[in-house]
């Protein structure tokens, strides 16, 4: 096996090592993101994955859960027992699609509207935390869509 230092002797950069990845920084931002997030959704008792989920289902209810699988990017076997949890909760109502028996339709439930509502102050409590001003947030998610939007096609 090479050490980086041999590939830098060489003449190049390692590829493999982590501070030339573009996976590593995007991960770990990602992780630190969702520590931050933490303290914030734990006195509404949701985790950052159901946060996602009440924000999704607050603008596109009913939608179906293999809509909202592709709007989060996550697999049915993800987003299963994380909706069987949030159903128990009460936060959200499952339902078959009467048009179409094998669709499950998802909304939120009256108990998922008041989370929502009293979600509101997080984007700017986190923004607050990361030290991030609005124009900051605004390149950086633009920069992050557009990504999505490219990697997302490379899979197509």
């Avoid at 999704?56 to 990017?73: D, M, N, R, Y």
């Avoid at 979600?119 to 900051?136: M, T, V, Y």
């Amino acid at each position: 096996m090479n050490s980086g230092a041999d590939a830098a002797g060489r003449g190049g950069e390692d590829p493999l090592r982590l501070d030339q990845q573009v996976c590593f920084p995007l991960y770990a931002a990602t992780n630190l993101l969702q520590r931050l997030y933490k303290p914030l959704l734990e006195p509404l008792g949701l985790t950052y994955a159901q946060y996602l989920v009440v924000l999704v289902l607050s603008a596109q209810a009913p939608i179906s859960v293999g809509e909202l699988g592709a709007c989060l990017h996550l697999d049915i076997g993800t987003l299963s027992p994380l909706l069987k949890r949030m159903e128990r909760a009460g936060c959200i109502k499952r339902r078959r699609d009467a048009d179409d028996k094998r669709r499950v339709l998802l909304t939120l439930t009256s108990r998922g509207c008041a989370l929502h509502d009293r979600a509101r102050s997080i984007p700017a409590e986190l923004a607050k935390k990361a030290g991030l001003k609005p124009a900051q947030i605004n390149d950086l998610r633009e920069q992050a869509q557009r990504l999505i939007k490219q990697l997302d096609g490379a899979l197509a």
